[in-house]
């Protein structure tokens, strides 16, 4: 990953795309539930906006201590470097870049009941996707 003001250059998927936008995502690569979301985000991120990290990643390590966050924290994380999101509200953020219409939707109902809601699928994940163990 080399960061160049808020050019990104991705080699994390082999994807040499020069980002110019600063939406960073770190997810948990181990959870094959987490990582089939990612893949259906990336799929759908057809003007590659947003830069997709595994949280184990080398980069990703160095966002987490700059923001200092959690290490293990337990979420999909969005962040421009400068600023970060968590939870059912990063989902949220995702929804919005990529312009999907529900982030109207899941913007109706209180943060506490989405994450809530995110909680319990985060706990669940490696049942719900058969998993790897970390």
């Known amino acids: 990953m080399i ?47 947003i830069l997709w990290i595994e ?29 970060y999101l968590t939870k059912s509200v990063a989902l949220i953020k995702i929804l919005e870049i990529l312009n999907w219409k529900i982030r109207h939707l899941l913007k109706l109902f209180p943060t506490k009941l989405t994450d809530f809601i995110y909680d319990c699928i985060a706990k669940n994940r490696y049942l719900i996707g058969s998993c790897c163990n970390r």
């Open 3 to 49: 960061c160049l003001g808020i050019y990104l250059v991705n080699f994390v998927s082999g994807n040499k795309t020069v980002h110019t936008n600063s939406s960073i995502i770190l997810y948990d690569a181990h959870c094959n539930f987490c990582s089939a979301i990612v893949r259906y985000f990336k799929q759908k991120d057809k003007t590659n906006v």
């Open 55 to 83: 949280n184990n990643n080398k980069k990703a390590v160095e966002i987490i201590s700059k923001l200092k966050l959690e290490k293990h924290i337990d979420s999909i994380i969005w962040t421009d470097e400068k600023n």
